[in-house]
């Protein structure tokens, strides 16, 4: 590496500018840790694994950034190659030329190559994998003593998992990161749908240790995020938080399920309930949810889906069972999503759980207007 310290993040008169967007940033509210100190170690070589929804969605963002600063290109890599397609037109679509990243497959070169790598998965299986790979690749790379860091030779490089998952697999990464040099693991798990993502209109839980998250933070906000709440040293605490806050979002989700279900059948109008939390709610997230209830929108491009929901419904209950705090609202919500997946598959919105709600009052999961439609069984 060259002995170029990194530049700073830049505000841009306090404006993010996004394509065609733009929203102003308070770098200062946003993120709750001065800038690092140097000299430093370079994180220059920033790379993003998980091309999924968000994951795609982030890369562009972050690459756009690193691009306007004459940083090095994003390294990006997904283990399905249809992704990588899908990121290079989305890409394409919002101004990033293919000079602005840089397409690897191989995990091990990552893991070798970068200081600074992302992770959005979509399961513990598939991070546990990932690390696996990562780890191997920059433990070959920090044997060979490039790069510097403070008191001794090896580079060193920062692992950010962005993905949902059970806060004990955060704490194994943790530990299987600190069992060699050189290398830091942290959870940093994402608030807010993909659609958010596009104009980096969402929130970043992160935990673990304070010097890589100053580094982390300043990179990513705002890059790819507007903001950064810092949960502490241990690794686990985002993890748990990010589980918190999607039982509160499936949690507002079956209580509006069931509050359409009655105001449909009831013959008071769901159009009348719309426009009840529009005038006494300010959440665009409960006004987006009610939206699509109530018009049966469950096409699940920029949201999150009904498949991703259950898994997150598992590892809440699991969450609330290790510290014995009876959810049964997550329970219903849970029985309701798995309903819904077996009459419409888990690709539809997690929205779609109404189904589940609707198919236990005797009513079709996914059709009706001012009154829904009863539900009779095919003989």
Not at 80 to 93: G, L, M
Not at 235 to 262: D, Q
Request: charged share 25%; hydrophobic share 40%; aromatic share 6%.
């Amino acid at each position: 590496m060259s002995g170029q310290q990194t530049p700073p993040v830049e505000k841009v008169g306090g404006t993010l500018h996004m394509g065609n967007k733009q929203r102003i940033v308070d770098e200062d509210a946003a993120i709750p840790f001065s800038r690092p100190s140097t000299p430093t170690p370079r994180h220059d070589q920033l790379a993003l694994i998980g091309l999924g929804a968000m994951g795609r969605r982030m890369a562009t963002n972050l690459a756009l950034d690193l691009q306007k600063k004459h940083m090095p290109p994003l390294i990006v890599s997904n283990r399905s190659d249809a992704r990588i397609d899908d990121f290079k037109r989305w890409a394409k679509e919002r101004g990033l030329s293919e000079d602005g990243y840089k397409v690897v497959k191989d995990l091990k070169e990552i893991g070798q190559t970068a200081d600074m790598i992302l992770t959005s998965l979509g399961s513990d299986e598939a991070v546990e994998e990932v690390f696996t790979e990562l780890f191997a690749g920059q433990e070959e790379q920090s044997d060979k003593g490039d790069g510097i860091i403070p008191g001794g030779a090896g580079k060193s490089t920062i692992f950010v998992d962005t993905s949902t998952i059970f806060p004990a697999t955060a704490g194994k990464l943790e530990r299987l990161a600190a069992s060699k040099p050189h290398r830091t693991f942290l959870s940093c798990p994402v608030f807010g749908v993909p659609k958010a993502a596009e104009t980096a209109d969402i929130t970043l839980a992160i935990s673990g240790d304070y010097y890589a998250k100053k580094h982390a933070a300043h990179a990513l906000v705002p890059a790819l995020a507007k903001k950064v709440m810092d949960l502490g040293s241990n690794v686990e605490r985002a993890m748990s938080f990010k589980l918190v806050g999607n039982a509160l979002e499936l949690g507002f989700i079956e209580l509006l399920s069931e509050c359409f279900t009655l105001s449909d059948q009831a013959g008071v109008g769901s159009d009348k309930l719309l426009e009840l939390i529009k005038e006494q709610h300010s959440s665009p997230a409960l006004v987006r949810y009610a939206d699509r209830i109530l018009h049966n929108k469950f096409g699940a491009e920029g949201g999150f889906t009904l498949g991703g929901g259950i898994v997150d419904a598992k590892h809440i209950r699991q969450l609330a069972d290790v510290h014995n705090v009876p959810m049964p609202t997550i329970d219903v919500a849970n029985q309701h999503m798995l309903s819904a997946r077996a009459h419409g598959g888990e690709e539809m919105d997690w929205t779609a759980l109404v189904g589940g709600q609707r198919i236990a009052a005797g009513l079709q999961p996914f059709a009706g207007r001012s009154k829904l439609e009863r539900y009779y069984e095919d003989t």
